[in-house]
């Protein structure tokens, strides 16, 4: 595989709550662009507990192993090295 540009948002309730936030449409656009094989990937990181729905959902995501959320708890070190090994792995994968 060539070069692949990835996309990583990092998802929380607090970035659905805002009032029409602007970055949900083109998120959801880019989503839906997402295709690993051709160098495009979109993988959301869960920062904190957020049910997903719509391209979104359809898409693998990044998250501590223990399926906790990142913020809070004090292992924000360890699980970003978590996402960090994961990410590397998934795209070692798609070689």
């Given at each position: 595989m060539e070069e692949c540009?990835?996309?990583?948002?990092?998802?929380?309730?607090?970035?659905?709550d805002a009032t029409n936030n602007p970055a949900?449409?083109?998120l959801e656009e880019i989503a839906q662009k997402n295709n690993p094989?051709?160098?495009?990937?979109?993988?959301?990181?869960?920062l904190k507990?957020?049910?997903l729905d719509g391209p979104l959902a359809q898409l693998?995501?990044?998250?501590?192993?223990?399926?906790?959320p990142i913020v809070?708890?004090?292992?924000?070190s360890q699980y970003a090295t978590e996402i960090a090994e994961?990410?590397?792995?998934y795209i070692e994968n798609l070689k």
């Open positions: 540009q990835v996309v990583l948002p990092l998802l929380s309730a607090d970035f659905y949900i449409p083109l094989r051709k160098g495009f990937l979109v993988m959301p990181i869960l507990t957020v049910g693998p995501t990044l998250r501590p192993t223990d399926k906790q809070g708890g004090g292992k924000e994961g990410l590397k792995k």
